[in-house]
C-alpha cells in the first residue's frame, strides 16, 4: 500500500449547526490544500449541545440531515475521502444516534458506525453526564475500506474498551478513528495514555480529531487531536486551540510493528474467573 497524508481537525463547536459545518469545512479546504488525502473531523462536530429535549430537537433523522448533505457536498468538492466525525441522527421512538460517516470522494457514504459505549459518569463537582438518556447506542463494530487500507470506527468513549479496537484489528483495521469531544478533566489524565495504548495494543495507526475549548452549558472540552504511529508516537498534537494537524502516514509501518511484536497472533482464548 501506497503511503498517504492524513489530517485531524480541531473544532470549538457550538449549538448553530450551520455555523459549525462551515467552520469544519474551511479548516477541511486548508487541509486539502495542504495535502491531505483523508480528512478526519471530531465527534458532534455539527453541534455540540446540551440536555436531553434541546438535542433531540436539533437532531435530524439521515435522509434530511442538513450536516451531512452539507459534508457530503464538501466532500465531492473538494475530492477527498472524508470521515464526518459524528452528528446527532435522530432515530424513530424519540432517542439519537450519535454516528459517524466515512464519505469516499464523490460524496457517496462508504460507512456508518453508531456509537457502542454511552458515556454515563459522574466525575465530581457537578460535572455528571448520562449519554444512555438520550442516545441509542449502536450494536455493531465496523470497518471501511480505504485506497491505503481498512479503517475501523470508535467514538470518544469507546476509547475506553480495549476489546473493541482489538477486534478491530483482528478484522484487517490498519488504522483507528477516534473522534472525540473529550472533557478536559479526563482528557488530562488519561487522552494521551489511552490513544498511544490503543496503537501499541493493535499495532494501528490512530488518528483522532477533538474538539476543544468551552461550550454551552460551561462544557469544557481537552483539546489535542492526536495522530499516533503503529509503535505509539505521536506524530501530530493539536494542542488546545482550533486547527488542523496532518502527518504522513506509511501502512508499511503497520506491518513492521506487528512484525516486531505480533501479538495479534498471540491472542489465546482463556478461562474467567468467577465473580
Known sequence: MRSF????????ASNDLMANCEAAAALAVEARV?????????????????????????????????????????????????????LHVLLEGGMVANRTYVLRPDGEIAAR??????????????????????????????????PWGRLGLSICYDLRFPHLF????HAGSSF??????FTRTTGKAHWHVLLR???????CYVFAPAQCGEHVNDRQTYGHALIVSPWGEVLADALERPGWVMADIDPEKVKDARRKIPCLDHDRPFGVPKR
Open 5 to 12: 497524508k492524513a489530517a485531524c481537525l480541531q473544532v470549538n
Open 34 to 86: 495542504a495535502g491531505a488525502d483523508l480528512i478526519l473531523m471530531p465527534e458532534n462536530v455539527a453541534m455540540m449541545e446540551w440536555g436531553r429535549s434541546n438535542i433531540v430537537l436539533k437532531a435530524q433523522p439521515e435522509e434530511d440531515h442538513q450536516a451531512l448533505k452539507f459534508f457530503r457536498d464538501l466532500a465531492r468538492e473538494i475530492g477527498v475521502w472524508l470521515h464526518v466525525g459524528s
Open 113 to 146: 458506525y453508531s456509537k457502542i459505549h454511552m458515556f454515563d459518569v459522574d466525575l465530581g463537582l457537578g460535572e455528571v453526564y448520562k449519554e444512555s438518556a438520550t442516545f441509542q447506542p449502536g450494536d455493531d463494530a465496523v470497518c471501511v475500506d480505504l
Open 166 to 169: 482489538r477486534a478491530l484489528a
Open 176 to 181: 483507528l478513528a477516534v473522534p472525540a469531544a
Open 197 to 203: 495504548a490503543r496503537a501499541i495494543e493493535t499495532g
